[in-house]
């Protein structure tokens, strides 16, 4: 099946009609707690992070107040999150910068962002986008799994697949369509056991197109 422009189109809304209302499943209230949750999503379910930002952030939700801990101590409030040792270095180390250079403030623009210990193209993509309104597309495991998929964004890196998702994404559309991407892989294309009997996508999609004969015997 070739993905044509017209395909893309159609996939594009499908997802937007299906994830519309879908935001961001991580818990925040403030730029900083948004920061500290992506940080911790590396390699770490949504689910688990919200679980362990419910438990420190009554206690530390500002730089000066995370920063106050030693790193044993921040490795310990984290420890039951993937890769907690580098987590809680970087964590303090930003907490550090936010303080000394910017006021305690989570910096808005990508550069100043990607500046911070433990933060690059992803996080600061989706810190814009999410606190900000500024257009750009993040691309996590989900993100990359379902654009090779569909056809909508085909590469080997997330760099390549991210310049043609900006190719082939209205600009406009680029933070919303990050969102319908993420949710489709989570509930739908997800990575071993795709659904694909039940997705909205599956006449335009090339993987689920060749499934269709062996669904229906």
Partial sequence: MRVTKAIREEQLAILEATYKDRK???HYNSPFE???AVVLSAQCTDERVNKI???IFPRLNTPAKMGRLTQ???EEEIRDCGLFRSKAQHLLATC???LE???GEVPRTKKELM???GVGQKTANVLVSVLYDEPAIAVDTHVFRVANRLGLARGKD???VERKLERNIPREKWSQAHHWLIWHGRLICKARRPLCASCPLRHVCPIGVRQEPADSV
């Fill in 24 to 26: 961001t499943a991580l």
């Fill in 34 to 36: 948004l920061l500290v």
């Fill in 53 to 55: 930002t419910a438990r």
């Fill in 72 to 74: 044993a101590e921040l």
């Fill in 96 to 98: 550090t910068r936010l």
């Fill in 101 to 103: 250079e910017y006021h």
């Fill in 115 to 117: 500046t911070l210990p």
């Fill in 158 to 160: 997330v760099t390549i």
